[in-house]
């Protein structure tokens, strides 16, 4: 299983972000697909998941209307449209898989794959 999420960067607040994430060794379009993120000195947290066909999503209270995720399975990637930046997005932006359907807002433990990360970094 091969996930590589791209798209971080240095904004400013109030800016707009897109990660994607393309994956590779899985039956991509039976998985449900997450993002996490992990700020320095802090454990890792839920941020967006969603779910084989797209039709259930989950968000993290925080970044409820600001972010949407989205998926295509015709080209195994996921995405995070990232809206309304704050300095408290500023973290390392992880995409995770699993291979059972979702029904609740997860915990990191519950997903068995993950990509290496890429930063988001955004000033005030």
């Known amino acids: 299983v091969q996930l590589q999420a791209s798209g971080g960067g240095l904004v400013q607040a109030g800016d707009s972000l897109r990660l994607s994430c393309a994956a590779s060794g899985i039956a991509f379009s039976t998985y449900v697909m997450g993002w996490f993120r992990q700020a320095p000195g802090k454990e890792r947290e839920f941020v967006s998941a969603?779910?084989?066909?797209?039709?259930?999503?989950y968000y993290a209270d925080s970044v409820k209307g600001r972010f949407s995720i989205a998926r295509d399975n015709a080209k195994n990637a996921v995405y995070l449209q990232m809206n309304s930046l704050k300095p408290e997005d500023t973290a390392v932006y992880y995409c995770?898989?699993?291979?059972?359907?979702?029904?609740?807002?997860?915990?990191?433990?519950?997903?068995?794959?993950w990509g290496q990360g890429t930063l988001v970094t955004v000033s005030s």
């Open positions: 969603i779910n084989w066909n797209g039709g259930s999503t």
């Open positions: 995770a898989a699993r291979s059972t359907i979702l029904s609740h807002m997860p915990a990191p433990n519950e997903f068995s794959d």
